[in-house]
């Protein structure tokens, strides 16, 4: 599966943005997805996933309450709404799938997906 990042941009804090990642292939709905985010100097790190169906959801705690994530499997997309952005969440953002998953599970783990978009760029100035 190739997956493209979009919606990235440079915003000031409080603002908020909408990043879209979509799939290309047929069996989106079986892809539990993610979301990632490597600043410069550090290692990249977990934001967001969600299930086949969208049931399940979970965050980093950096980001929960500020950021949804959510999924449209007829339009092979995944979103990440991202409110109240702060400086720190300045970064590069990566989407990903992972293709071993079940119904219901999640993937915190970068090591668990399998497809890597090639990101978006995130700024937030104070």
């Known amino acids: 599966v190739q997956l493209q990042a979009s919606g990235g941009g440079l915003v000031q804090a409080g603002a908020f943005l909408r990043l879209s990642c979509a799939a290309s292939g047929t069996t989106f709905c079986r892809y539990v ?7 410069p100097g550090k290692e990249r790190e977990f934001v967001a996933t969600i299930s086949w169906a969208g049931t399940r959801r979970d965050y980093a705690d950096s980001v929960k309450g500020r950021f949804t994530i959510s999924r449209d499997n007829a339009k092979n997309t995944v979103y990440l709404q991202m409110n109240n952005l702060k400086s720190e969440d300045t970064a590069i953002y990566y989407c990903a799938a992972d293709d071993n998953g079940v119904a219901g599970s999640v993937s915190v783990g970068s090591t668990r997906y399998d497809y890597w978009g090639q990101g978006t760029q995130v700024t937030v100035s104070s």
């Open 33 to 39: 997805m993610g979301w990632f985010r490597q600043a």
